[in-house]
């Protein structure tokens, strides 16, 4: 079994999503390894529509998969400034490139001190065991 692995950059939830800033107040969310991983083969990704207000806890999408269907919940509150567009033709990038090209939406953020409350890595995976 490969291993899997949880880059020190990025913040996580314990819903199992990451959380990476890209600068302006605006923060990139995708699935952690673990999340695809135990998700397994990604056949379907719902996301929401850019323009979309977000509250933390929101269900905002749903990722479908040959196993199960899992609710996405926004890490922030914020407004949804983009999406990714590449999961509606190849879902699977949420399998292969969980942490690049298979990252979901972008949201800019109502209070960027609210990513202080998310986990870093080491908190992430000890949660994990």
Known sequence: MSTLNYPDDLRYTTDHEWVREQGDGVVRIGITAYAQDALGDVVYVSLPS?????????????????????????????????????????????????YGEGWMYEVRVEDAAALEGLLDSGAYQAQLD
């Open 50 to 98: 850019v323009g979309d207000t977000l509250a933390v806890g929101d269900s905002v999408g749903e990722v479908e998969s040959t196993k199960s269907v899992s609710d996405i919940y926004a890490p922030v509150a914020g407004e949804v400034t983009a999406v990714n567009e590449a999961l509606d033709a190849t879902p699977e990038l949420l399998n292969s490139d969980s």
